[in-house]
């Protein structure tokens, strides 16, 4: 069940997409907001708490890409870009750019909302058994904070909402070998297999960001070629 307070912020210059997505998440109880413009998103985006940001990429002015960079400067706000872009580079620029899922047009609501619930429960901590209640890991020299921050020997890095998933996720069961399928449906919640760019491009990202304050931490995230990823101790 959704929370009636859970605030969405669509920002998108089509009317008729606008219109669609609140329809279908007014239903869900969802309380959504709306801006046409890259501008006015970033203005709302960073003026107010929203459980979730919805962003088109071909906006008038600032495109979604920038946007999505721009917000994560200083908020760690989930975000689903939704965007008729589909190329295997624009789907790893709006991952690199900070974006925790990617959505393209055509859509499925019902499968965007499928999605914004997932999102929403997991930032909240809210029905998934399969992730630790501990949001706080101490490994070695570093330190996986709840605040979304990476700290090592002084140094610290910002992770985003599905960044700190994942890496949670991972680092919680060292050793153990977790494939793509499994990751999508325990990270983020997904019964149905989306595309595994999601997850590789999230893993090379951490491993930038762990790069960054603790080369050992990052190199301790490997590729088991044609099964998955582990998070190896030794």
Same mark, same amino acid.
Request: glycine share 6%; charged share 30%; aromatic share 10%.
């Given at each position: 069940?959704?929370?009636?307070?859970? #605030?969405?912020?669509?920002?998108?210059?089509?009317?008729?997409?606008?219109?669609?997505?609140?329809?279908?998440?007014?239903?869900?109880? &969802?309380?959504? $907001?709306?801006?046409? !413009?890259?501008?006015?998103?970033?203005? @709302?985006?960073?003026?107010?708490?929203?459980?979730?940001?919805?962003?088109?990429?071909?906006?008038?002015?600032?495109?979604?890409? &920038?946007? !999505?960079?721009?917000?994560?400067?200083? @908020?760690?706000? %989930?975000?689903?870009?939704?965007?008729?872009?589909?190329?295997?580079?624009?789907?790893?620029?709006?991952?690199?750019?900070?974006?925790?899922?990617?959505?393209? *047009? %055509?859509?499925? %609501? /019902?499968?965007?909302?499928?999605?914004?619930?997932?999102?929403? /429960?997991?930032?909240?901590?809210? =029905?998934?058994?399969?992730?630790?209640?501990?949001?706080?890991? @101490?490994? /070695?020299?570093?330190?996986?904070?709840?605040?979304? @921050?990476?700290?090592?020997?002084? *140094?610290?890095?910002?992770?985003? !909402? #599905?960044?700190?998933?994942?890496?949670?996720?991972?680092?919680?069961?060292?050793?153990?070998? &977790?494939? /793509?399928?499994?990751?999508?449906?325990?990270?983020?919640?997904?019964?149905?297999?989306?595309?595994? +760019? !999601?997850?590789?491009?999230?893993? #090379?990202?951490? +491993? $930038? *960001?762990?790069?960054?304050?603790? %080369?050992?931490?990052?190199?301790?995230? +490997?590729?088991?070629? =044609?099964? =998955?990823?582990?998070?190896?101790?030794?």
């Amino acid at each position: 069940m959704v929370l009636h307070s859970n #605030k969405i912020l669509i920002v998108e210059d089509e009317l008729r997409i606008r219109n669609l997505l609140r329809f279908y998440l007014e239903r869900e109880g &969802f309380h959504v $907001e709306e801006a046409e !413009t890259g501008e006015s998103g970033l203005d @709302k985006a960073l003026s107010f708490d929203y459980d979730l940001l919805i962003l088109d990429v071909m906006l008038p002015g600032m495109d979604g890409i &920038f946007l !999505t960079s721009r917000i994560r400067q200083y @908020k760690s706000t %989930p975000i689903l870009i939704v965007t008729a872009k589909a190329s295997e580079m624009d789907v790893i620029q709006g991952f690199e750019a900070g974006a925790d899922d990617y959505v393209t *047009k %055509p859509f499925s %609501p /019902r499968e965007v909302v499928h999605r914004i619930k997932s999102v929403v /429960r997991r930032n909240q901590g809210i =029905g998934n058994d399969n992730i630790s209640s501990q949001r706080t890991l @101490k490994l /070695r020299d570093f330190v996986i904070e709840e605040d979304h @921050k990476l700290k090592s020997k002084g *140094k610290e890095v910002f992770l985003t !909402t #599905k960044e700190y998933e994942l890496l949670f996720y991972l680092a919680s069961s060292p050793d153990k070998l &977790f494939s /793509r399928e499994n990751i999508l449906q325990n990270v983020w919640n997904y019964d149905y297999i989306v595309d595994y +760019r !999601t997850v590789d491009t999230h893993i #090379k990202r951490i +491993r $930038e *960001k762990l790069d960054l304050v603790s %080369p050992e931490a990052s190199s301790m995230i +490997r590729t088991v070629w =044609g099964l =998955g990823y582990k998070f190896k101790m030794n």
